[in-house]
C-alpha cells in the first residue's frame, strides 16, 4: 500500500469517519465492544438467582460467585479496552513517529490475544459451570435465557478478538516490510521547522572565479608601483 505506514498514511491528513468506521478493525472492535455489553448486562442483571426458601441470591452458574464475577469483570474490562482502541485508532494517523506506530501496533496484536485467550478460557468456565448446574438449585429456571447469552456471546467474542488480533499483526508486517518509511521518520512540517538554514547562493562573491580575481587585483594594487607604492633604496 503505498504511502502507507503500519496502515495508516503520513501524519497530519484529515479524519475521514465514513472510511474509519468501514475499516474491518473499526467493525471488530465495535461488535466486540457490543458482546461485553451483552455479556456484562445479562449477568449482571439475571444472572443471581435464589431458591424459594432463600433470600439471599446466588450465581446462576452452579451457584458458583467466581463464575459471575468473572463474566462481569471481562464484560467491564473489554468494554473499556474497545473503547480505549476505538480512540487509539482515530488519533492513529496522527501519529508523525513510525517507532510510535509500531508500539502501537504491538500493543493492538497482544492486548487482541490476550482478550481472546482470556474469553477462551472464560466460555469454557462458563459453560461447564452451566452443565453442572444442578435443578434444585434454580427450580423455576430463572434467567436461563440471559445464562445462555453470556455463553454464547463470550464464544463469538474469541473469534471477534482473534480478528483483531490478527488484522493488527497483518498492519506491523505491513509497517515492518515497507521500504517507503524508516523508522526515524517524523513529521515533514516538524522536520521543516528544524532543519537548517541553507546557504546563500544567489550572490556571485563566492564563487571562485571571482574570488580569484578579486585577490589577484588586491594583490596587483598592492605590490603594483602605479598604485601608489615606491621602492625604497637603502
Same mark, same amino acid.
Given at each position: 500500500?503505498?504511502?502507507?505506514?503500519?496502515?495508516?498514511?503520513?501524519?497530519?491528513?484529515?479524519?475521514?469517519?465514513?472510511?474509519?468506521?468501514?475499516?474491518?478493525?473499526?467493525? *471488530?472492535?465495535?461488535?466486540?465492544? *457490543?458482546?461485553?455489553?451483552?455479556?456484562?448486562?445479562?449477568?449482571?442483571?439475571?444472572?443471581?438467582?435464589?431458591?424459594?426458601?432463600?433470600? @439471599?441470591?446466588?450465581?446462576?452458574?452452579?451457584?458458583?460467585?467466581?463464575?459471575?464475577?468473572?463474566?462481569?469483570?471481562?464484560?467491564?474490562?473489554?468494554?473499556?479496552?474497545?473503547?480505549?482502541?476505538?480512540?487509539?485508532?482515530?488519533?492513529?494517523?496522527?501519529?508523525?513517529?513510525?517507532?510510535?506506530?509500531?508500539?502501537?501496533? $504491538?500493543?493492538?496484536?497482544?492486548?487482541?490475544?490476550?482478550?481472546?485467550?482470556?474469553?477462551?478460557?472464560?466460555?469454557?468456565? $462458563?459453560?461447564?459451570?452451566?452443565q453442572?448446574?444442578?435443578?434444585?438449585?434454580?427450580?423455576?429456571? @430463572?434467567?436461563?435465557?440471559?445464562?445462555?447469552?453470556?455463553?454464547?456471546?463470550?464464544?463469538?467474542?474469541?473469534?471477534?478478538?482473534?480478528?483483531?488480533?490478527?488484522?493488527?499483526?497483518?498492519?506491523?508486517? $505491513?509497517?515492518?516490510?515497507?521500504? $517507503?518509511?524508516?523508522?526515524?521518520?517524523?513529521?515533514?512540517?516538524?522536520?521543516?521547522?528544524?532543519?537548517?538554514?541553507?546557504?546563500?547562493?544567489?550572490?556571485? *562573491?563566492?564563487?571562485?572565479?571571482?574570488?580569484?580575481?578579486?585577490?589577484?587585483?588586491h594583490?596587483?594594487?598592492?605590490?603594483?608601483?602605479s598604485?601608489?607604492?615606491?621602492?625604497?633604496?637603502?
Open positions: 500500500m503505498e504511502g502507507m505506514a503500519y496502515g495508516a498514511g503520513k501524519a497530519g491528513g484529515a479524519f475521514d469517519p465514513i472510511t474509519f468506521f468501514r475499516q474491518p478493525q473499526t467493525i *471488530l472492535r465495535i461488535v466486540s465492544w *457490543l458482546f461485553s455489553i451483552v455479556i456484562f448486562g445479562c449477568i449482571a442483571n439475571e444472572g443471581y438467582v435464589n431458591r424459594p426458601n432463600e433470600v @439471599e441470591e446466588f450465581c446462576i452458574f452452579n451457584r458458583n460467585q467466581n463464575a459471575c464475577n468473572y463474566g462481569v469483570t471481562m464484560g467491564t474490562l473489554t468494554f473499556l479496552c474497545c473503547v480505549a482502541f476505538l480512540a487509539l485508532d482515530i488519533y492513529f494517523p496522527q501519529i508523525s513517529s513510525v517507532k510510535d506506530r509500531k508500539k502501537a501496533v $504491538l500493543a493492538d496484536v497482544g492486548v487482541s490475544a490476550f482478550w481472546s485467550f482470556m474469553w477462551f478460557v472464560g466460555f469454557c468456565f $462458563l459453560a461447564n459451570q452451566w453442572v448446574s444442578k435443578r434444585e438449585d434454580n427450580p423455576l429456571r @430463572e434467567g436461563g435465557d440471559a445464562a445462555r447469552a453470556a455463553i454464547t456471546f463470550s464464544f463469538f467474542s474469541i473469534f471477534t478478538w482473534v480478528g483483531q488480533a490478527f488484522l493488527a499483526f497483518q498492519r506491523y508486517k $505491513l509497517g515492518s516490510d515497507s521500504a $517507503l518509511f524508516s523508522q526515524d521518520y517524523t513529521d515533514p512540517s516538524q522536520d521543516a521547522a528544524s532543519a537548517p538554514y541553507s546557504s546563500y547562493a544567489g550572490g556571485d *562573491l563566492d564563487s571562485p572565479s571571482n574570488s580569484g580575481s578579486y585577490q589577484q587585483a594583490n596587483d594594487a598592492a605590490f603594483d608601483g598604485a601608489g607604492y615606491q621602492r625604497q633604496d637603502y
